[in-house]
Structures are given as structure tokens and as C-alpha cells.
């Protein structure tokens, strides 16, 4: 610990340039062009028992690195208890509750303490003069890249290292220096996750051999429309490997990512980001956020995007806002509420066609089908709010609502298969609509208590939601009567009428589901060395379907019970070693709701039982390296058919095993890396009509490869290489269809234009490679982008 007093200036900036040099070559503040980033989220692990509020004070400046100056008397003033991991300036609210102070921030890392109503200064940051800062304790650190601690993976506040599971975290910076926008950019740096193509229009990963469009959370709350998400408003995005319903209900079998958004904090945020690029893409972000005195903040992200593609008649429109508030109810209790309108409009584009078992040859950039009738419309509105209450004697409670509206439409024209002498390829063509209502609320208690020399950390919990989704497909008829036609494969692009209405088969329905779950979990330190987490969830997952084409009413009701264990050894603090055990369940409806016949109404859910071992070391408080072996075991599985992909077949059962390896944080104090190597063999294990046992389970590659380098150059400068492998995969489930393996390289530049603000140059590509980079089924393959060129102006503090 050390102690500095440095001359303040009455803005931001000043405060910036003036830090000693000895403090400004701290690592902390070695990220010159990475400053612009505006980072008020940054939490940090607290723990300031009841004293002198003085006392308190200089705790909270000891644990966090806040610049903290005291302008009003503290004489017999005292703080109660501040205990958990948040921002600094959550902790300072905390502390100052009742006690007749405010606070004003001139940034994310400076404040000051003065008496509630105190005359402000005109012309000063934030209405105060900000004159000599006493400094207590190291400089805030900035983030980068590493994460230390979650409360996603266990519902309580836990370090990365003690939670028994393999946990990939993009961090907001690693976002930033990527300019990642949506989860096809996240997925290349998550080890064993890969995205299908999604039919042009939704995120579809695969984890660890299991494919899904519904494992997508926000905050812990299930999101699982289908649509291309996007991260403007996003802090961080987790990827959580493994079976693991006890956390997160059905589904989730190989995995789910979590967005964790951006909230309201007490400390101010502005930030703007302008970006434009290759293929006309114009795109601008603004987060601007403030505190008003210590009871209410306030937060608003936004974004709006126009752009082209690579491919011919790419064309996409989306926007976004999420305003988010924070409320103070004394000094143990926040409510924070938000609400997010966001929109997607763009070409629907399903690839190119298969010949021969591979990716059909011809311009990469060629549309097949009819653009002007291949579209997609996305609006989602979604309202949230928390409660977070500290009880005392260790038990905090939190209550969160989420209800969202999803509103989708698309229809393409698309390809299917070539003939055999490759003059020719057939055209489909489908509309479909969904309307999708969720509510879902969920409530934690945790208790913190210790029996002897054990400690506990008590969780109990309870979730109920209701989903109610109306489908409506119709086919696409050319020339009024042909459900298909074809064109010839030299000009594949056509403006053929296609009239779109309901087939003998085609879905019009309504489907109605209600859950209810309970679960109970503890993590147990037995010794300094030894963990267990042991839980189990009982849910009941209730699904009513109404067929209006044939008024036929079909209604499974399963109940399920999901366990989980992990045993956590650490032979030395900063190592630790894990083995655990967790189960999921998918019930016979499917991912989102529409497979459920009077066949499949008689199904059991399908199982997946993840076994893992790992081991996690932080080298440094910056540096992070993990690795896991794992056996996941999938039952009664299902999957597209591979001449239909519009249909879902069944496969009996599959197997993935495999390892994986991370590495993610500083090398150096100018150096910052993020990658990671998979290793997978998924395979079906029992043969049935769709597949044979032996044959591969589609878009799994045998390995994959990334490493992303960010190196500071000179005190203004830095670069960015990265490097993106993938071995060769099976377009779909017959393994008919082999898409290549590839190798891709980025790179970055990066240039500070002051103390908040840099502009960045991204170069996806940057070799212009040709590759295949994914698929959905064996014809619609999405050729990999060219050589693409991305600038970034960003400001903000």
C-alpha cells in the first residue's frame, strides 16, 4: 500500500495528464489508446466492515484505487458494513447512505465527498473543483481482457478459479479491440463453441457437439427467441460449458452464453463510437450515464447500423436502446430497471449450394435465389428489474423480472440441391412469422455462514416463467402451382414471382408453456485447500400446443430433476483443480416449442450428462490460463435432416469427448493475449434411420485454434494480430458434405487521439483467404468474408 497526493485539475483530462510519472507507468494506465474505452462497470471484490465512516472511506480507496477527496466533516459519522463485488462506485454509495454526504465524480476513477447540498462550482467537472486528490492505495487497473470472478456460473459471487466448470469470458475490451458486433464475431474466440449459419437470420452456436437456437440468457434470464443478438449494450458475454440445468433450467445441454448487460451506475459514463468500414457499413453507439446524489442513477446505451456485406444484395438495418435506472431504498437495498427496443432488418441469405461433397465453386459473392423476396423483420421489447436486498448476518436476497416481446418475420428463396452434371440448382422458397411473449422471475436467497471451521455459502431458489409463441409458416409456390423450380447454376440470382401460401403441412399454432422450479445449492470451503458445490433443480416444464390448422390440442407435462457436484482442490492459492458432474433436460418439444406432434408427445426429454475435469491458474492478478478434459453423453437426440433442413430427425444418441485450453489476460505490461484450443470428437452413437453409429455430428471440427495479440508499440500506439484455425467439419449429419478447414488472420491498429479518445483500424482477413465458415445443412453453406476493412473513432470517459 502506498499513499499520493497529486495535484487534481477541474476536468477529466487534467486529472489524466497530471498523475506523477511514477503512477502513470503503473500498468494500470499503460493502455493509452485502450483509454477511450469508457469503463464505469468495473467491479472489484469489497469487504469493509462496520467502523468510523473515515475509517471506511479509506478502505474503500485501499481495496478499489478510487482518487478520493474529503470536503465535509466526519467527526462521529460511521458506515455500516459494504460487502460483495461491485463497482467502486457502488461501494461509495453504499458507505455514504444516511449519512447526510454526497458525492460528485469527474471521472470513473476520482471523486469527492461533500456535505448534501453543498454549493457547486460553475464551470468545474461536475459542478465541483477538484483540487489536491489524495490517492490511497494502488491505481484502479483496468480490466483487459482477464475476468476473475462471476456470479453467472453459480449464482453467488465466485472467483473463476473456484467455480468447477469451463468458463469462457469476452471481456467489454477484448469486444472493443475486435470491434465485435454479434455472437458469429464472439464465437471464433470461445474454445469449442462454433455458429451455424442459422438460416440467414438467427444465431445458432454449437456446444461441444450440441447445436441449439434458445441458449442464449441475458443476466442469468433465459433469451431464446430466434434473431441475431447484438452488443452494443453489453458488458460482457460468458460462454458456460458443460450440462448445467441446475443453474439454468432445461435445455443447455452443451452450454449457454450469457450477456451481461450494461447497467446504471453512480459514476459518470460518456462514451460515443462512430464506425465505417467495407461494404457500406455505418454504425454509431453512445453510453452516457450519471448518478444524482446517492439515491437514483441513470444509463442509456444506443446504437444504430445501415450496411451492405460481401455477398450480393446484402443489406441490413438495426437499431437499439436500452435506457437503465437505478433506485436506492435505503442503505441495503437497490432496484434497478431497464428496458431495451431493438430492431433488425435485413437480407435473408442462405449461402451457396453443395456439388460433389464439397462447397460449389463460382464466385463467392453470388446470391442464389431471389433477393427481392428474401427478407427478415425483427422487433424485440424487453423490460427488466432487480432487486437486490442485503438482509444482514450474511444473506442478501435478489428478485429479478424479465419480460420481453418478440416479434419475427422472414421468408427467403434459397438453394437446394445441383444436378449431376452442375448446370443446375433447385429453389425453394418459405415465410414464417413468430410471435413470442415471455415472463420470466426468478429468485435467489444466499446465506454465507460458517459451521465450525467449514464454511458455506447457502443457496436457495426459485424460478417460474410463462412463454406463450404463435407460428405461422406458409411455402412458396413458383408460378402459382411448384413448390420448387430450377434455375441454371452459372445465374443463380433470379427475380422469379413466388407466391407464399399455407401447405397440407405447414405450421399455424399456438404454444403455450409454463415452468416452475426449484433448487438448492451449497459450496462448502472444507479446508483452506478443498471445495464442493453440490446442488440439485426440480422443474416442472408444462407445454399446451394448439394445432388451429386441425383444432387438434396436444399437452405434455414433464418433471425433471437436475443434479449437479463439483469438487474444487488447490494445492497452492493461485491453482486450483476440479472434477464435476452435472445433467440437462430438453423435453420433446424442442428448442423453441414447434417439433411437438402426437408422435413426439409420447417422447421422454432428451439427456445430456456432462462428466469434466480441469484445472485453472491465474499466473498473475492479470493472466489467466484453463484447461478441461470432458465426456458429454446426449440421449434420444435430434437433428436436422440433412435433405430437409427445415425437418428435424432422429439420431438415437451421440458422444462428445474432448479438451480444451484458455488463455486470456497480460503477458506483459504491453502485452494482452486471448485465444484458446479445442479438441472434439462428436459422434453418433446409436444408429437409426437419419444416421449411422461412427459418423460425425455436423459443424464439430476436430480442432480449433485462436490467439488474439494486442501489443503497445509506443504510448500512443499499438497492434493487434490475430490468428483464427479450424480443421475440417461435416456440413450435416449424413457427413455427405465436407466444409474445409481454414486458416484466417486479423490484425489491428490502434492510436490514442488523447486522454479519452483513439481511433482504431480493424482488418479482418487480412490475407484474404477463401473459405467456407460454415453451414445449415448440405446446400446452404456460407462462403467466409473477404479481406474487410473496419474504422473506429471512439471518445468517452
Request: with cysteine; aromatic share 8%; net charge positive.
Amino acid at each position: 500500500m502506498r499513499t499520493l497526493v497529486v495535484c487534481g485539475l477541474c476536468c477529466a483530462a487534467g486529472l489524466t495528464t497530471a498523475l506523477p510519472a511514477a503512477l502513470r507507468a503503473a500498468p494500470s494506465v499503460l493502455q493509452g489508446p485502450q483509454a477511450a474505452v469508457a469503463d464505469t462497470a468495473a467491479t472489484v471484490r469489497l469487504d469493509i466492515p462496520v467502523q468510523p465512516l473515515a475509517d471506511a472511506l479509506a478502505a474503500l480507496a485501499r481495496q478499489t484505487g478510487l482518487r478520493l477527496k474529503v470536503e465535509a466533516p466526519l467527526a462521529g459519522l460511521r458506515a455500516g458494513p459494504v460487502v460483495g463485488t461491485m463497482t467502486p462506485a457502488e461501494g461509495l454509495r453504499r458507505l455514504l447512505a444516511g449519512s447526510g454526504l454526497a458525492v460528485r465524480f469527474a471521472d470513473a476513477g476520482s471523486a469527492i465527498v461533500v456535505a448534501a447540498g453543498a454549493a457547486p462550482v460553475a464551470g468545474k467537472a461536475d459542478g465541483y473543483a477538484l483540487g489536491r486528490v489524495l490517492v490511497t492505495g494502488e491505481a484502479a487497473r483496468r480490466r483487459g481482457y482477464v475476468a476473475s470472478r462471476t456470479r453467472t456460473a453459480t449464482k453467488t459471487d465466485t472467483p473463476l478459479r473456484d467455480t468447477p466448470q469451463a468458463v469462457t469470458v469476452v471481456s467489454r475490451d477484448l469486444i472493443a479491440d475486435q470491434a465485435m458486433q454479434g455472437m458469429q464475431d464472439l464465437a471464433r474466440y470461445v474454445p469449442g463453441v462454433t455458429m451455424g449459419q442459422g438460416e440467414g437470420h438467427r444465431d445458432a452456436p454449437t456446444i461441444r457437439g450440441n447445436s441449439s437456437t434458445a441458449d442464449f440468457f441475458v443476466d442469468g434470464v433465459r433469451d431464446d427467441a430466434q434473431y441475431f443478438r447484438d452488443l452494443y449494450n453489453v458488458e460482457r458475454v460468458e460462454a458456460l460449458k458443460g450440462a448445467n440445468a441446475m443453474i439454468f433450467g432445461r435445455g443447455g445441454g452443451g452450454g449457454v452464453i450469457n450477456r451481461v448487460s450494461k447497467e446504471a451506475q453512480w459514476a459518470p459514463t460518456r462514451a460515443l463510437t462512430l464506425t465505417g468500414g467495407a461494404f457500406d457499413q455505418r454504425r454509431g453507439a453512445v453510453d452516457v450515464g450519471q448518478g444524482f446524489g446517492t439515491a437514483v442513477a441513470a444509463r442509456v446505451n444506443g446504437m444504430y447500423e445501415r450496411a451492405g456485406g460481401f455477398r450480393d444484395r446484402a443489406d441490413l438495418t438495426r437499431f437499439g436502446v436500452n435506457p437503465t435506472l437505478a433506485l436506492t431504498a435505503g442503505a441495503r437495498t437497490v432496484v434497478r430497471l431497464g428496458y431495451e427496443w431493438f430492431g433488425d432488418d435485413r437480407n435473408v441469405d442462405r449461402g451457396v449450394p453443395s456439388f460433389r461433397g464439397a462447397p460449389s465453386g463460382g464466385d463467392p459473392t453470388t446470391f442464389f435465389g431471389n433477393p427481392d423476396s428474401s427478407y427478415s423483420a425483427l422487433r424485440v421489447h424487453a423490460g427488466t428489474m432487480t432487486v437486490d436486498h442485503e438482509a444482514g448476518r450474511g444473506v442478501t436476497v435478489r428478485n429479478r423480472t424479465r419480460w420481453a416481446r418478440y416479434d419475427k418475420f422472414y421468408q427467403n428463396v434459397f438453394p437446394g440441391a445441383v444436378n449431376a452434371a452442375g448446370t443446375q440448382v433447385a429453389l425453394s422458397a418459405y415465410a414464417n412469422a413468430t410471435d413470442r411473449a415471455n415472463l420470466f422471475n426468478q429468485t435467489d436467497v444466499t446465506w454465507a455462514v460458517s459451521t465450525g471451521r467449514v464454511r458455506h455459502t447457502l443457496l436457495a431458489g426459485a424460478e417460474l416463467g410463462r412463454q406463450a409463441s404463435d407460428n405461422y409458416r406458409e411455402t412458396g409456390y413458383f408460378g402459382g402451382t411448384a413448390t420448387s423450380t430450377s434455375v441454371p447454376f452459372a445465374s443463380p440470382t433470379v427475380s422469379i414471382p413466388v407466391t407464399f401460401r399455407q401447405s397440407a403441412t405447414d405450421a399455424d399454432n399456438r404454444a403455450t408453456t409454463t415452468v416452475a422450479s426449484a433448487y438448492v445449492q451449497d459450496q462448502v470451503a472444507l479446508t483452506s485447500q478443498l471445495q464442493a458445490v453440490v446442488g440439485l433443480r426440480a422443474e416442472r416444464f408444462d407445454i399446451r400446443f394448439q394445432n388451429h390448422r386441425n383444432g387438434q390440442t396436444l399437452r405434455r407435462d414433464d418433471r425433471m430433476l437436475s443434479p449437479r457436484a463439483g469438487l474444487v482442490y488447490k494445492p497452492m492459492e493461485p491453482v486450483s483443480v476440479y472434477g464435476s458432474y452435472g445433467v440437462s433436460f430438453l423435453p420433446s418439444s424442442g428448442d423453441q416449442f414447434s417439433s411437438l406432434t402426437a408422435t413426439t408427445q409420447t417422447l421422454e426429454p432428451e439427456r445430456f450428462r456432462n462428466r469434466e475435469l480441469g484445472a485453472k491458474w491465474d499466473v498473475n492478478r492479470d493472466l489467466a490460463l484453463t484447461g478441461a478434459i470432458f465426456r458429454l453423453d446426449r440421449t434420444n437426440t435430434s437433428a436436422p435432416d440433412p435433405t430437409d433442413p427445415t425437418r428435424t430427425v432422429q439420431t438415437g444418441s451421440q458422444r462428445t469427448t474432448g479438451w480444451e485450453l484458455g488463455l486470456t489476460g497480460q503477458l506483459t505490461d504491453r502485452w494482452q493475449v486471448a485465444g484458446g484450443y479445442a479438441a472434439q470428437r462428436a459422434e453418433i452413437v446409436s444408429t437409426t434411420a437419419a444416421a449411422k453409429a461412427g459418423q460425425t455430428v455436423a459443424l464439430v471440427p476436430r480442432e480449433t485454434f485462436s490467439l488474439w495479440n494486442r501489443v503497445r508499440v509506443a504510448p500512443i500506439l499499438s497492434a493487434g494480430l490475430g490468428v483464427v484455425q479450424q480443421a475440417k467439419m461435416y456440413a450435416a449429419i449424413d457427413n455427405a458434405v465436407t466444409l474445409p478447414g481454414f486458416t484466417r488472420v486479423d490484425g489491428a491498429l490502434f492510436l490514442s487521439l488523447g486522454a479519452h479518445a483513439r481511433a482504431q483500424l480493424n482488418v479482418e482477413n487480412l490475407l484474404d483467404a477463401r473459405y467456407y465458415a460454415t453451414s445449415h445443412g448440405n446446400n446452404n453453406i456460407m462462403p467466409g468474408a473477404p479481406r474487410t476493412l473496419r474504422l473506429t473513432l471512439s471518445t468517452g470517459f
